[in-house]
């Protein structure tokens, strides 16, 4: 199971890019903590993808666990190493 979380300090953030990219209005202006768990593992990575493709356009944070494992911080310098822990991980599962 992988868990993705969106954080954000500026409010709106979260919403506007959920809008924008999922066609979702899950959550309000007020959130500041967007938190996706999912079996489906390529959907995850998609959703680390289209933060990550996009970091210049929104103030979000992202973060990411798998399993039972520590939470980790994805940045652009981190976020293809990251991705492919993950994809060994689960492949080796």
Request: hydrophobic letters at 35%.
């Amino acid at each position: 199971m992988l868990t993705v979380s969106l954080m954000s300090k500026q409010e709106g953030e979260i919403k506007k890019f959920l809008d924008k990219h999922y066609n979702k209005s899950e959550a309000d202006d007020s959130v500041i903590e967007w938190i996706y768990v999912c079996r489906d593992i390529d959907k995850g990575l998609n959703l680390i993808d289209t933060i990550m493709d996009n970091n210049s356009k929104y103030n979000l944070s992202v973060w990411v666990k798998v399993d039972d494992d520590d939470i980790i911080e994805v940045t652009s310098n981190s976020r293809h190493k990251i991705t492919n822990e993950i994809k060994m991980c689960i492949e080796n599962n």
